[in-house]
């Protein structure tokens, strides 16, 4: 990522008209041009000296060393620039407000600082010191053209980096690491994307499943939800992904983007940049990895992934710039000399030097150019307390109360454990899983650091590393056992790739195993690969032809292939006969539209082009018909009782007569219908076929549109057998006179309930035609004798319950007919009475 | 007249004639192509009949599509690995 990028691209012109004219005049007068001219002639003048060698040698003959060094800031390149970081960094070095001011106000007269955004309230800005005590907090600036690379004579890196020895033993560039992690994981995520909460956090479950593939190398189907934590390497790799765009949240969840299968095919120092931008965009938290360090926000959840907008210090925003200023000290401390071992603190000294506010602010704004010193004590204290980070507890967890006094931080004293403790995490961690430093000497405390060859490419613009050609001259083996050994996986993520999409993989470390399966080659064709194409690759990555038997059991899953297709929705054209479908495939228009004959009157049509192809059939002959077999067929058939089906004729298509001739037979046409009879035999025969009784009724519910009737659905279902047997019994009814009382209550008492079946009506009873005489005796003994009879109608009639005679009246309670009507349903009531008058308020 | 949405757009208005044919556009229906008439021939016998609603032409049946789960089952017991495809 060059810092260019960062830059605006708004003209110099545009930037000085938002200064006003008096703070023209000024520049104008400084940079000697016509300072009394109008206002159009002096902007004219200045955007044509300005970046020029006219403008440095005036520079380099006008400002101090220290003015110079101002214009090394490391934020004034990373971005749009308030000027709090020329206060901040003039007040490290002594300066009082005034002299801080004055040396801002020099910066601007020289036409060093152009403005890209004013202030509330100020149209045009001037830069008198009290001009730019009024607007300083707001506007944003930027520095003029070329004048950064200007400011760079007057900067040597020897000051603040000297070579010391190199460590023994050093920790080498950990990319392996990171490429092995981004291939597994964008493989598993591929299979199944990685789901995102509404707070914007990685889902739990998905990230274990991840952590169980990434130790295994393979899918992870099997092993979801195992327990334990994260490790870090899952979310940086997640982040870096995400951030370089290979993987993009869509629906809810991430999932890799198309263009992964390129980028692992592209070359490792394109691959390394990608992920380079990717970690400076990204949401890792680098800061929250630093393990020597406490924060007081305690984000459980979200480990090491930011949550974009969160109130917590250092936020996203901030740590992006913090990645990107350590990417740039590096180009500007190592161009030129970047084999050597530097100290990692010295490092840190240099940025935080160059940088002060790079994570943390030292002042609040409105101490920077409000107030005068000392009116409200303690706004400037250069003894303040980092509020949001102490030094880690030995136990490991944070616990506010236990020794909070020695674990406090103060920014004049402590920055090298904060400040210095991300840079040294960014190059131990970070930089070294992207492949660009290696750092020494092994262990939890590196003390000194030096790019790679790659991060000499990626940071400093040099050549890229060249391949590592495998020594045997290939970068895999295909053996007779149809295994494919790629011998150095960590430089072949591309046929990784390739072979991820056909055969199987069984271990990912050094060294990666395959598969060759009839299954994954399936897979592999469906997603686009052809048979030559696999052999080829194969053949390429082996370096000589495949293992005979190898070749030849390919070749036979090729053909096997290619010999048999599974259209699973087709579009299809059929025509009356073939002189019909010769004229259409006549026709200009249609010709192109259409695919593949597959009979004398039928071709294949792309299902893009179905609707292009129906609209011109319906120019050409007046008429089509349209059959989408995604959508049941409605309102087509008609049930006649007991057991006929009638289907209208012309919507009497193929599958249509195909699902209902399963279980129905063809009996005759009869004008526009066809007529289907039921029965045993046929309803029998569907079964036999597979469909269930459930299917049968679905189907001629759809079509009709209604529910089936109760005689058809009934010997629809006994045919097809989905009816037991019904389970008959003897009962003999015994009925009480009005004077005995109701059931309900003789049944209360045991000897006679024991007895009793079932109560159909309030005064029926009915009992075991076996146990007749047992309930006999039990009535005699309390007077009541039973005399055979045949039962009168009204014997079973149910009185209402009383729950539906409330639920009626609550219906219909401002409806008195209503409730008449009810009533009488009910039975309640024997004629509806008219209403009396005065019942309606 | 059949009207039948279609997930490209809508079609156009269909007027079906009863008792002649017209030209008709079926979609999504699932289709089995072999190389060979009797390639074809031998899976219907090993079974593909029980979902073959009609057959195409010589290499070329309609299967029934709700009950593909069914079919690639079939392949599968057969040792097919045919190419499926959604078109």
Not at chain 1, 310 to 334: D, F
Request: hydrophobic share 45%; with cysteine; proline share 7%.
């Amino acid at each position: 990522m060059t810092l260019a990028q960062t830059r605006t691209s708004r003209p110099v012109a545009q930037r000085l008209e938002l200064f006003s004219s008096a703070a023209i005049k000024q520049i104008a007068t400084a940079l000697g041009t016509a300072a009394s001219a109008p206002r159009s002639t002096q902007l004219r003048q200045l955007t044509e000296l300005i970046g020029t060698q006219r403008h440095r040698e005036l520079l380099e003959r006008e400002l101090s060393a220290d003015e110079w060094a101002m214009l090394t800031l490391l934020p004034l390149e990373l971005a749009p620039f308030r000027l709090r970081v020329f206060m901040i960094a003039l007040w490290e070095r002594g300066l009082n407000d005034l002299a801080a001011l004055g040396c801002i106000h020099r910066l601007l007269s020289f036409g060093c600082l152009l403005p890209v955004q004013t202030a509330w309230n100020h149209s045009k800005l001037g830069i008198e010191t009290n001009e730019v005590q009024e607007w300083g907090i707001q506007a944003a600036f930027e520095l003029a053209p070329s004048v950064a690379s200007w400011a760079q004579k007057y900067f040597a890196s020897e000051e603040w980096l000297t070579p010391v020895e190199p460590p023994e033993p050093a920790s080498a560039s950990a990319l392996p690491n990171l490429q092995r992690a981004a291939f597994v994981l964008l493989g598993e995520l591929a299979r199944k994307p990685l789901r995102v909460t509404s707070a914007g956090l990685p889902n739990k479950t998905d990230l274990r499943r991840l952590v169980a593939a990434l130790t295994s190398g393979g899918p992870a189907a099997k092993r979801e939800g195992a327990p334990g934590s994260v490790p870090p390497l899952v979310y940086f790799t997640l982040a870096v992904l995400a951030g370089a765009e290979l993987l993009r949240l869509e629906g809810g969840g991430l999932r890799p983007d198309a263009q992964t299968r390129e980028f692992f095919a592209a070359p490792e120092a394109q691959q390394v940049q990608q992920l380079f931008i990717g970690w400076c965009r990204s949401r890792f938290d680098d800061f929250g990895a630093i393990p020597t360090l406490s924060s007081a926000y305690i984000f459980e959840d979200a480990e090491l992934w930011m949550i974009e907008n969160a109130y917590r210090q250092p936020n996203a925003q901030q740590l992006l710039t913090a990645r990107v200023a350590v990417a740039e000290a590096l180009s500007r401390l190592l161009k030129g000399r970047p084999d050597a071992w530097f100290r990692i603190d010295s490092f840190a000294t240099y940025v935080y030097q160059k940088f002060p506010e790079i994570l943390f602010p030292r002042v609040e704004d409105y101490a920077i150019f409000y107030f005068q010193p000392g009116l409200y004590p303690g706004a400037r204290n250069p003894h303040r307390k980092y509020t949001t980070v102490y030094r880690a507890p030995s136990s490991g967890s944070f616990d506010a109360g236990a020794g909070i006094e020695d674990r406090t931080l103060y920014q004049d004293t402590d920055w090298l454990e904060v400040e210095g403790a991300f840079v040294r995490q960014v190059l131990g961690a970070s930089m070294r899983l992207l492949g660009l430093v290696e750092v020494g000497p092994s262990g939890p405390a590196p003390d000194r650091f030096r790019l790679t060859a790659m991060g000499r490419a990626v940071l400093l613009g040099e050549a890229a590393p060249a391949p590592q050609a495998p020594a045997t001259g290939r970068t895999a083996i295909v053996q007779p056992n149809f295994e494919v050994l790629v011998l150095d996986a960590a430089r072949s993520f591309g046929l990784l790739g390739q072979l991820d999409a056909f055969a199987e993989r069984r271990t990912l470390d050094r060294a990666a195993t395959y598969q060759l399966t009839r299954t994954a080659l399936v897979r592999g064709f469906d997603a686009g690969w052809t048979g030559p194409r696999v052999i080829e690759t194969l053949e390429a990555a082996n370096g000589a032809p495949l293992p005979q038997n190898v070749r030849y059991t390919l070749d036979e899953w090729i053909q096997l292939y290619e010999r048999l297709s599974l259209r699973e929705a087709a579009t299809l054209l059929e025509t009356d006969g073939p002189e019909e479908l010769e004229r259409l495939l006549a026709d200009p228009k249609l010709g192109r539209l259409l695919g593949m004959r597959l009979g004398p009157s039928l071709v294949l049509v792309r299902s893009a082009a179905a609707v292009a192809v129906a609209a011109r059939i319906a120019e050409i002959t007046g008429e089509i018909h349209g059959v989408d077999y995604s959508q049941s067929p409605q309102g087509l058939m008609r049930i006649r009782e007991p057991d006929r089906i009638e289907l209208d004729a012309a919507a009497a298509e193929p599958y249509l007569r195909y699902r209902l001739e399963t279980f129905a037979t063809l009996q005759a046409t009869a004008g526009d219908r066809l007529r289907y009879q039921i029965d045993s035999d046929s309803v029998s025969r569907g079964v036999a076929g597979g469909a269930s009784a459930k299917q049968m009724i679905d189907l001629l519910s759809e079509a009709t549109g209604a529910a089936l009737p109760p005689e058809f659905r009934l010997r629809l279902l006994a045919w097809s057998g989905a009816v037991p047997a019904l389970k008959t019994e003897a009962l003999v009814a015994i009925a009480l006179p009005p004077e005995a009382g109701e059931w309900e209550e003789l049944r209360l008492i045991p000897a006679l309930g024991r007895y009793v079946r079932a109560v159909p009506g309030p005064r029926v009873a009915l009992v075991a035609a076996s146990e007749i005489d047992g309930i006999r005796e039990e009535l005699l003994v309390r007077g009541l004798s039973l005399s055979e009879a045949e039962l009168p109608e009204n014997a079973f009639q149910v009185e209402p319950a009383k729950s539906d005679l409330k639920s009626s009246l609550l219906e219909f309670a401002d409806n008195p007919n209503a409730i008449r009507r009810a009533l009488k349903s009910l039975g309640i009531l024997a004629e509806v009475e008219s209403p009396r008058r005065g019942w309606y308020r | 007249m059949v009207q039948l949405g279609h997930p490209e757009g809508d079609w156009p208005s269909a007027k079906i004639r009863v008792g002649e044919y017209v030209p008709a556009l079926y979609s999504h229906m699932a289709i089995v192509e072999s190389a060979g008439e009797g390639e074809l021939d031998e899976l219907l016998a090993a079974g593909l009949q029980r979902f073959t609603v009609r057959r195409l032409g010589p290499t070329s049946v309609q299967v029934d599509h709700q009950r593909l789960p069914e079919v690639r089952k079939l392949f599968e017991r057969l040792g097919q690995t045919p190419r499926i495809t959604n078109e």
